[in-house]
């Protein structure tokens, strides 16, 4: 893609999440979708270029669609359901999309959704950018010392707090952060730094813990919107939500 079509793209990439936070009034929702629809809009599959031209009630059946396809590919063998919408949207850019396609591309989907929220996303989501960029094509504002700063596509040094999960176990069923950690690792890839667990005497299970990672963008994924989220490995439950510190844990 040439500079020009990359900045186009994010353009309708603004303009989707703007429809699609009107429509649905969930902005991490929304990023998620607008994210999943510019990958693939940068696999050459066009779909994202016709959300500003349906109407509202199919822009939330899009919005919905998208992230139950992110919601299916956070199991071990994705079962996507239809997405007739999806599917519309991706036949009038000339390509045919079924829900095995996102199934059978689960690594290279969420490693794509999870690198653009990380990257260009944060410029796209961004509002007081948008602001300043729409002033600034306006004529109302010379260069903002945003707009001119080097744009570098090294990760942001991000707290470790925001891009944190606190987990919690069911009684009876253990684990070993080795099995969280290759859960992430084998389904999303190098996107966990580190799995700590709760401390125990006397031979007892740990019954929570807590997982870093490396991008805060995983965080969004895992939880697209959720407050509290649920996984299965080897038939045991995990459940998830956004690590809050606190003053004192038992956490190592």
Known sequence: MTVREVLYMYFLARQAYDRFVSVCGNPEQARNAVAL????????????HHVPGIDAGDVGIVAEEANTILECLCYPKPMVPPIPLISALCMQGGVCIEPRFFAFHQDLGVRGVSHFLHGAGKFVFDDRLQVLLRKYETGLVGNPSEFMAPYSSLPL???EDCRS????????????????????????????????????????????????????????????????????????????????????????
């Open 37 to 48: 629809l510019v990958w693939l809009d940068m696999g050459t599959i066009s779909a994202i």
């Open 157 to 159: 040094d991000v707290p």
């Open 165 to 252: 999960m606190f987990i919690t176990f069911s009684k009876g069923m253990p684990f070993l952060r080795e099995e969280i950690f290759d859960y992430f690792r084998k389904k999303w890839g190098d996107c966990v730094v580190r799995v700590l667990m709760e401390k125990t005497t006397g031979g007892s299970m740990p019954m929570y813990g807590r997982i870093i990672f490396k991008t805060e963008a995983v965080v969004q994924l895992v939880l697209n919107g959720e407050r509290l989220v649920k996984i299965s490995i080897d038939q045991r439950q995990i459940w998830l939500r956004k690590y809050v510190p606190k003053p004192t844990n038992n956490a190592d």
